[in-house]
């Protein structure tokens, strides 16, 4: 900010607080408060339109006393405060940043690297706005993300080739028998959430101290759930839906271990 910026900002202040009206009364006391605020406020931008920053709201923040914060009731504001408040800004608008290709030739460090620093501190600075080539998801759009990543009509969505998931059928035996069934026109049993381990629809099962270790089986109940809906939807009969849970509860095979090899003799 320049002098005519801190003078705008000062007198906004003023109206806030009778103090900083009271000091700046004084034209030799108002001179050297603005020199002084405009020494230390030299990199801080009065506004930047695209990122939403205002100095002048800055200050109104210090006054409004959020956060139990109760500062305003002894003392006016000062160039801390609004540097304070442009710390979290400037942090976020470098999150947002991402280092464009530098011009400069690059058998030429310095000055790529000089390109390269003077890009970030314009970013810092409010000169710039940041350059972004990653499409930011909001919330919505993880929302939407995860629908169309989540189990369709046609079992769970498959994210492999098909070789190359029949070449690791043998070292996933249970995601291979989930495949398997839901080929045979069977239902998923990872279909529905777990009410036994809380487990979410599509993720295994869990057991253990705090539900952090998976199983390869599925707990009852919520094969009793996935059998429900089935029977809501087409209405077989008991003797069906008895036959289904047997299936989609019977464990994998479990994979072939090998022995372990050691080294050295033997230990008596």
Known sequence: MIDE???ALLAYAGRLDS?????????????????????????????LTDTGWDASQAVRRYYEQRGGDRSAQFRAVEPHDVLAAWAPHRAELMNRHTDPVPAADPDDPEAWREELLGTR???????????????????????????????????????????????????????????ALVAEGLPDPLGAKCPHCRAETGKRCRSGYRRHREISGVHPSRIEVVVAQLGDQDDQDDAEQVRLARLMCQPPTPRERRARHTSGGTHR
């Open 5 to 7: 910026h801190i003078a």
């Open 121 to 179: 501190a314009a970013v810092a600075h409010g000169h710039t706005p940041p350059a972004q080539y990653r499409a930011v998801i909001d919330p919505a759009g993880q929302k939407r993300l995860a629908v169309l990543m989540a189990q369709g009509d046609h079992g769970p969505r498959r994210y492999l080739p098909e070789h190359v998931a029949a070449e690791l059928a043998p070292f996933r035996p249970a995601q291979a028998r989930r495949e």
């Open 19 to 47: 103090r900083v009206r009271r000091a700046l009364a004084d034209p030799q006391q108002s001179a050297r408060t603005i020199a002084d605020w405009t020494t230390v406020l030299a990199d801080v931008p009065a506004t």
